[in-house]
């Protein structure tokens, strides 16, 4: 079976067969949603040597999942709180909080043992887009986002810069180098900005351990350093935490036959 | 990447009486610009990581074709927020004194308002027609980083920066973004992707709302006629035609050859050739009260 | 010697706001009462006659989100950054907290303390007017002021007597006094002290016994007025706006590449805290102190003439004007503020008229520094006239 | 532009913003006189002698001001009609607001937003009480008969914020098509309506008898003007101006007054007080205890409006009320 995650930023597929992970790919949404699912799958079924016909079933999950399923006659489209807690609860059995770091949405969600919502919290709107934001400011120095988690954690100085959104974050970033402030120390500051809004939305319910992380953003280990510092909790991040999604997207698929 | 061209070869400095430079040092890219007996000489364009590194690359960058050595040059004027650090300079000038210094030589003494809108911030600046500056106003943070939001939108929509504009003309209707400021209007464009807008319709939707964020910022100062455009953005053809159109007025046509980004750099070498010209004659013509500069 | 003893005395002072907390537990070590105030429209006379130091809540300018959960994302980044303060039990050490009935954002910052900081008992909201030129006012504040003095005294589990009211006016008018003469020296080319220390000195006051403070400042006010300093006079620049505690600014403002100099500062933070005096030697106390404060220099949130809708703050303005003669002027408010943006918009064609530039800053917990300086410079150029 | 010049602005004062547009209209139509009656609003403020006092000591002056100004003779016999009537409409809409206690609710937030303007408007005419006296009626007689402007009432929402939100088309549809319908909302009840409010340490949404409006003594100028300072200050939406309890007292009450099954917060970013001081707070206190969403609308500038996030966390909204329900079914 296939899994798909047709997020605000990147499209993730995975193929499982019987619980076991034969493959997945990763490709930009790019703003062109149908090719990009289509290219996402494709390059799934290579890596795991698997052919399309073999594939039983698809589910699809994610923020543009309607479309997808409209375009390309998907049977099953699962919204992304639902496939995540799934996704969640399969990787890690005792799990009961998931924190999701997507690119423009984050979200805290407590669920029972197996998967069903119980409580959800979103970001708002000033703090939409903090992981589109994390890609930019890493091109902006001219390294990819896992160089700027390595350089962050090389930080002695504790600086920081606007909370209110990226925007301010960003004006007050690019202030910090005119300033002369070598790029650890300000990329250090950007996620301490990053990780104070995500840490300021999760609070707000009450976090039930175990707490696991999810989405493209809980691939940074510096990120996800400062943000268990902060919410004084152990995070444990899922493997392939950006699919977490598309895994349950699949395990909804089989409860669905 | 670093560019450089020569303006008018024709010019043999070797001859010539003095040679100034201005330097731009900006928080994306770095520019210079040499002036050759107060004629545009040389200049390039640098993309630095920070500016501590980029007055020396830049300015090598700019000398390296000509043949000059920081010493050939008599005085340096440094702008842009790294102008402190630029150990060469004489003297440093803002960036919103060399706008309009530059804008004047470029397009006459008509100019009024000039739009300096760059990356990170956009500036309107009021001046006289030699180009002092007598009212300016600064985007709030509300309104910071336009520009920066135009690099994120195209990477997102996988498309060149210098492409976006022209698509957001291939679309006359398109649906109203919130022009609050650059989050809003990139998670709404989201949104409009899910609704089966078509991407052309929804990058003219951005342009559209950005365009009218910086032309309320223009309205709040005011715009007196001549106006004209400088700064990164102005290469951006949706954003200008955006800002045209709200504003009801249309900016003076750009002086193709040179780019927009440059012109603070040359406002800086005009400055530079206006100070050696009062130290070489022992009358400083540019302001009247000398004492005030403590650097 | 009157070198060394004015550096000193500026240094205590700067170490106090620094760390305000420090100064306040020693406080509290000598068995001091301490009350937290986070408006200026408090009546601290009625808290010090009762023997309890009041003491200002200063923001700390640290960058964190943990407000946006408990306070809207667009209230002002002062009272954000002063609601931290109690959510940081930053301020445990406070007997009691009290503030008045004025701007609404820190009116959310001081609801924030008392539900979720755990000062629900040991709070008092004092209902104040907005609108304060009118007779009605002062009733009510003295009515107010009434019930604000019973809270105390049941507190303190004895009376506060009208003598130690008396007294605790004497003393605080006795400060203001002595922050007026300050203040005056900045209106000479060649004042002693810069703007900067001058403004440190006064929002050390609102963290200070006022007793040992007016003792301090006697003493740097005689070393001032023995020490010629003939200081190069540069632009002269008056800063008007909202509650602004962050010296940072002013210091920037003193250090450019151009010279200038801070000659005048019209916010709760500086002059509008003591630029009034409560008449002395009234029968009715409480009366005494309504009257006093209804004549402070109004803040924003509370300044509307009634009949006319007139802002009686823009005459105070216009008279700093002419006393300092500034050459321009810096509008400073905090991010997200309302009261004072507004003030701003219908200042701006009042010094057009006088023939005054000025320039708007958003301040907020942390600085663009390079940004401000660049627009300082670029205002310093304007108003010096640089040109090619 | 457009509108014709005004002779006098006469407004009140609450926030720290309020009179301050008026300043600001007064001084750019070239000085208009202004006068605004300061309302310092706060948990129980029709309570508190101090307050009352002040608030009338201001209409009063103001009434002597509007004589000078206008150069009429201000008529005290129209004035305690007048308040009569205006007093009779507040208690008149409160009573009807509390109908919609009842399950199935008689009406929705639309229709209710749909009925108030005529009291937010004019509500000093005989016709205005008549209105309304008619309109409780009819409401009480749809109880009666179970009848419901919204028949698929699965879940009874509390909703504290400006009306513009739900009124969007997109939000409308997901709540109607899950059955979700707002039965009450301080915006609605408390502009411009009056409850029992704050009873022994507690606040209460009963509604107040309309004959207790007959026997009220209304035969003085300063009578009237006390008894019209006591209602406005009563208003549900001034309470939660100065204090986290007032506000949480209310949402707490509404609750369980209203069998709720979810809260829906949406503090709106253009109003500085009423609907938007302590919302946030308010989400993190009933997190725990009921599907509680939040969002930022706004009643003036759509721009500022989280138009995308609404439209998501409306839809997680229902998920939780159904999973809630769900959850306490078994
Ligand atoms: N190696 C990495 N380290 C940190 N962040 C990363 C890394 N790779 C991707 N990201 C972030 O993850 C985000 C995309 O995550 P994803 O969960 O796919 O978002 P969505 O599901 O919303 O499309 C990108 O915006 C990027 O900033
Ligand atoms: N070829 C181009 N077409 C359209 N926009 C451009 C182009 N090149 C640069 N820009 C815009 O100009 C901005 C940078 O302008 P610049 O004046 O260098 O900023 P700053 O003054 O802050 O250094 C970029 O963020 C980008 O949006
Ligand atoms: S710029 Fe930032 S703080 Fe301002 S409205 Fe936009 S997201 Fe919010
Ligand atoms: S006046 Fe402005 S800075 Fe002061 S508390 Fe109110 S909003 Fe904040
Ligand atoms: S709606 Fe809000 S901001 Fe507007 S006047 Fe009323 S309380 Fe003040």
């Not at chain 4, 107040?208 to 208003?235: F, N």
Request: with cysteine; proline share 4%.
């Amino acid at each position: 079976m296939a899994g798909l995650d047709v997020g605000h930023v990147n499209t993730k597929s995975i193929i499982i067969r019987s619980e076991e992970i034969l493959g997945f790919a990763t490709v930009p949404s790019g703003l062109k949603a149908v090719s990009s699912a289509q290219e996402a799958l494709k390059k799934a079924l290579q890596a795991s040597g698997v052919l399309s016909s073999e594939l039983k079933m698809i589910g699809v999950t994610g923020f543009f999942r309607n479309m997808i399923q409209k375009q390309l006659n998907i049977k099953i489209a699962v919204p992304e709180e639902v496939a995540e807690a799934k996704g969640a609860v399969f990787l890690n059995r005792n799990s009961r909080t998931l924190i999701s770091l997507g690119g423009n949405i984050q979200k805290a969600l407590r669920y029972d043992q197996d998967g069903n919502l119980i409580d959800i919290i979103q970001n708002d709107k000033c703090a939409d887009g903090l992981g589109i934001f994390y890609t930019s400011m890493a091109k902006a120095f001219g390294i990819d986002e896992h160089e700027l988690s390595e350089l962050a954690l090389k930080s002695t100085k504790h600086l920081s810069v606007a909370i209110h959104c990226p925007a301010s974050a960003e004006s007050e970033a690019i202030d910090l180098i005119c300033q002369g402030i070598d790029i650890p120390d300000v990329a250090d500051a950007i996620l301490r900005f990053i990780v104070e809004r995500i840490s300021a939305m999760c609070t707000t319910i009450p976090l039930e351990p175990e707490i696991v992380v999810a989405g493209g953003l809980a691939k940074s280990r510096a990120l996800i350093k400062h943000l268990s510092l902060l919410l004084k909790h152990d995070l444990n991040v899922l493997s392939t935490p950006e699919y977490v999604g598309a895994i349950g997207a699949v395990i909804s698929c089989g409860s669905e036959k | 990447m670093s560019k450089y061209s020569l303006k008018n070869g024709g010019l043999d400095w070797k001859r010539a009486e003095r040679m100034v430079a201005g330097v731009d040092i900006g928080a994306v890219s770095s520019k210079a610009v040499i002036l050759v007996d107060g004629q545009p000489y040389a200049f390039s364009q640098v993309l630095t990581r920070t500016p501590k590194e980029s007055s020396l690359k830049v300015m090598n960058a700019v000398l390296a074709e000509t043949g000059l050595t920081l010493e050939n040059i008599s005085y340096i004027v440094a702008t842009g927020c790294g102008r402190g650090q630029v150990p060469f300079a004489h003297r440093k000038i803002t960036e919103i004194a060399c706008a309009t210094a530059g804008a004047v030589h470029l397009w006459g003494p008509s100019v009024r308002t000039v739009l300096d809108a760059g990356g990170q911030s956009c500036r309107v600046i009021h001046c006289t027609e030699r180009g002092r500056v007598t009212d300016f106003l600064w985007n709030d943070k509300c309104a910071s980083g336009i520009g920066r939001s135009m690099e994120t939108f195209a990477y997102l929509s996988k498309k060149e920066i210098s492409e976006i504009g022209s698509i957001s003309f291939q679309t006359e209707t398109f649906p109203q973004l919130s022009d609050f400021c650059t989050v809003y209007a990139q998670s709404e464009a989201l949104d409009l992707i899910r609704d089966n807008v078509p991407i052309e319709q929804v990058i003219a939707a951005f342009h559209q709302a950005m365009a009218k964020r910086i032309s309320t910022l223009v309205g709040r100062l005011g715009l007196k006629k001549d106006f004209v455009i400088i700064g990164g953005l102005a290469k951006n053809q949706g954003i200008v035609n955006g800002i045209e159109t709200f504003l009801k007025v249309s900016r003076l046509t750009t002086k193709t050859e040179w780019d927009p980004m440059l012109i603070v750099a040359l406002g800086a070498a005009l400055y530079a050739d206006d100070f050696y010209k009062g130290v070489k004659s022992g009358v400083s013509t540019s302001n009247k009260d000398e004492s005030i500069f403590s650097g | 010697m009157t070198e060394k003893v004015h550096n000193t005395i500026i240094q205590k002072f700067r170490s106090i706001t620094k760390n305000p907390h420090e100064y306040a537990k020693n406080l509290k070590e000598d068995g001091q009462l301490l009350a937290g105030y986070m408006c200026t429209h408090v009546p601290e006379e009625i808290l010090y006659a009762g023997g309890i130091i009041p003491v200002r809540i200063i923001s700390s300018h640290v960058s964190q989100g943990m407000t946006r959960s408990y306070m809207h994302e667009t209230y002002c980044s002062f009272s954000h950054d002063c609601a931290y303060q109690g959510l940081a039990h930053n301020y445990d050490f406070l007997d009691l907290i009290a503030s008045s009935s004025s701007c609404i954002h820190m009116g959310e910052a001081f609801n924030v303390w008392v539900r979720f900081a755990g000062f629900q008992e040991k709070s008092f909201l004092i209902p104040y007017p907005h609108i304060i030129e009118t007779k009605f006012a002062g009733l009510l504040m003295k009515e107010s002021y009434e019930a604000f003095r019973q809270f105390l005294e049941k507190l303190l589990k004895r009376p506060i007597l009208d003598e130690e009211i008396e007294n605790s006016i004497k003393i605080y008018n006795h400060t203001r006094r002595l922050l007026k003469r300050l203040w005056e020296f900045l209106r000479y080319e060649d004042s002693p002290i810069t703007g900067p220390e001058v403004s440190t000195v006064t929002l050390a006051s609102q963290l200070m016994d006022k007793r040992e403070f007016n003792q301090m400042l006697e003493q740097l006010i005689q070393s001032l007025e023995v020490k010629p300093y003939k200081g190069p006079s540069g632009v002269r620049l008056m800063v008007s706006g909202g509650a602004c505690d962050d010296m940072g600014i002013f210091d920037l403002i003193e250090n450019l590449d151009y010279r200038a100099n801070l000659i005048f500062v019209d916010s709760c933070t500086a002059t509008r805290y003591f630029w009034f005096e409560v008449p002395e030697g009234r029968p009715d106390k409480l009366q005494a102190i309504a009257e006093g404060y209804i004549r402070r220099i109004p803040c924003p949130a509370k300044d509307n003439v009634p009949g006319t809708g007139e802002k009686k703050r823009f005459r105070f303005i216009q008279q700093f004007i002419e006393e300092f003669k500034p050459d321009g002027i810096v509008f400073l408010y905090q991010r997200f503020c309302s009261p004072q943006p507004l003030d701003v918009v219908a200042l701006k064609p009042i010094l057009g008229k006088l023939g005054i530039p000025s320039t708007e800053f958003e301040l907020d917990t942390t600085l663009p520094i390079t940004q401000f300086r660049t627009k300082l410079e670029a205002f310093l150029e304007m108003i010096k006239g640089v040109s090619p | 532009e457009g509108y014709p010049k005004p002779d006098l602005i006469w407004t009140t004062h609450l926030c720290s913003q309020h009179s301050k547009w008026y300043q600001e209209v007064s001084r750019r139509l070239g000085g208009i006189p202004l006068y605004a009656i300061d309302m310092i609003g706060g948990g129980n403020a029709e309570k508190d002698s101090k307050i009352v006092n002040y608030v009338s000591n201001q209409i009063e002056e103001g009434i002597r001001w509007l004589e000078r100004i206008t150069g009429r003779e201000f008529s005290d016999e129209l004035f305690i009609k007048s308040a009569r009537n205006e007093i009779k409409c507040l208690v008149l809409w409160g009573n009807i607001c509390a109908l919609n206690r009842n399950s199935p609710a008689p009406l929705d937030e639309r229709r209710l937003i749909a009925l108030f303007p005529p009291a937010l408007v004019d509500r000093t005419t005989d016709e205005a009480v008549q209105l309304y006296e008619a309109l409780l009626n009819e409401v009480k007689n749809m109880v009666k008969t179970g009848q419901t402007v919204a028949p698929n009432q699965r879940y009874r929402i509390v909703y504290f914020g400006i009306a513009h939100t739900y009124g969007h088309p997109e939000m409308a549809r997901i709540l109607r098509d899950a059955g979700a319908e707002i039965v009450a909302s301080v915006y609605t009840f408390g502009t411009c309506g009056n409850f029992r409010g704050i009873v022994d340490g507690r606040w209460s949404w009963d509604p107040i008898d309309p004959e207790w409006v007959e026997e009220l003594d209304l035969s003085t100028r300063r009578k009237a003007i006390i008894e019209l300072s006591k209602i406005v200050l009563g208003w549900p939406t001034w309470q939660g101006v100065r204090s986290y309890w007032a506000l949480e007292q209310m949402a707490r009450a509404m609750i369980t007054e209203y069998q709720a099954d979810g809260l829906l917060l949406a503090p709106s970013r253009s109003c500085e007080t009423d609907f938007r001081n302590g919302y946030v707070g308010l989400q993190r206190i009933f997190k725990g205890q009921i599907p509680t969403i939040e969002y930022d609308s706004d009643q003036v500038d759509v721009r500022k409006m989280d138009l995308p996030g609404a439209k998501r966390k409306t839809e997680l909204f229902v998920k939780l009320m159904e999973a809630h329900k769900r959850r306490h079914a078994r």
